[in-house]
């Protein structure tokens, strides 16, 4: 006796028609009584009464369908785990990303072949008007010390007291990680496309790039600050008048698992939307409301 058979006894069940029943299975009426003899003489007894057109269940039948009935939604429930537990395990490279901090990066960083396929991937995000309103600056390892003083010099800028120790620290956001890019907007002069949308679509592209370094086994993250707001430091990486500097991305080996962080559930940012009073009646609808009635007193 197959599944497929009970399957088939409890449609015949629910629908009380040989033709129904075999129509709702998308099997033949003959394929159909095949399946209801296979159950009959896997029980060894008659489940349907006697007769040339449906006429119900024997009560032995009707104990079996039951028990079909029960099988069948255990069977079907332990279906839909399976495909929610293979849907998790697709989806575990997103839902499993985090941002790892320079200071648990290690060498190797990525190769360069590498960051093109980051970029490739990149450049797959959503993009109104295929403008790709974003690029991506390098910093080769002999530039890193001339970058250094360009932080230094920043912090300098922004707090002349500052103390040796936030210099270093400084220094070492250009030092530390074992790759560090730039990730720069460059929004396009485009009436069609909102500068909005390209401000969408350069984050949507640096999220890809950023799932596309967990997916190579990297680990990565975004630093923006107050640095990133220096007209002199923007100066000096080459960033044009409407340019602007969203951050710096570190990758590298992970060296050290970053703490478990707690997530908000899913249902707590997904609403569903309420249309406003009137909004989708037939012509003259929103009239049988007596509230809505004006009177007019007489003069």
């Known amino acids: ?47 349907l009464r006697p007769g040339t057109s449906f006429r119900g269940f024997t009560p032995e039948g009707e104990a079996v369908v039951a028990w079909a009935i029960e099988f069948c939604g255990a069977v079907d429930e332990l279906k839909r785990c ?8 697709l989806m575990a490279p997103l839902i499993d990303r985090r941002s790892i901090s320079p200071k648990r990066l290690c060498e190797p960083g990525p190769e360069s072949h590498e960051l093109d396929l980051m970029i ?18 390098e910093f080769s390892k002999d530039q890193r010390e001339a970058l250094a003083d360009c932080f230094e010099q920043e912090k300098r800028r922004r707090d002349p007291l500052a103390a040796q120790a936030d210099l270093r620290r400084a220094r070492e956001h250009a030092l530390r990680p074992p790759v560090l890019t730039a990730f720069i907007v460059s929004p396009r002069a485009r009436m069609k496309v909102p500068v909005r949308e390209q401000w969408l679509a350069a984050g949507a592209a640096l999220g890809n ?27 000096a990486l080459g960033l044009g008048p409407d340019e602007f500097l969203a951050g710096f991305i570190s990758m590298g080996c992970i060296a050290e698992k970053p703490p478990a962080r707690k997530y908000a ?16 009646q037939a012509p003259g609808a929103a009239m049988s409301d007596p509230s809505r009635l004006t009177t007019h007193g007489s003069r």
């Open 265 to 280: 559930a899913p249902g707590s940012l997904r609403s569903r939307w309420a249309p406003p009073a009137g909004v989708g």
């Open 209 to 235: 790039l950023l799932n596309a370094a967990h997916q190579l086994g990297y680990g990565a993250i975004v630093l923006s600050g107050e640095r990133c707001f220096d007209d002199v430091l923007g100066s």
């Open 1 to 47: 006796m197959r599944p497929d058979d009970l399957r088939c006894l409890v449609m015949l069940h629910r629908e009380q028609d040989w033709v129904r029943a075999a129509a709702g299975c998308g099997i033949s009426e003959h394929d159909l009584a095949a399946a209801v003899r296979a159950v009959e003489d896997a029980h060894r007894c008659a489940i």
């Open 82 to 89: 399976f495909q929610a537990s293979k849907k998790r395990t």
């Open 120 to 137: 490739e991937a990149a450049l797959r995000a959503p993009d109104h008007g295929a403008l790709h309103p974003w690029r991506i600056l």
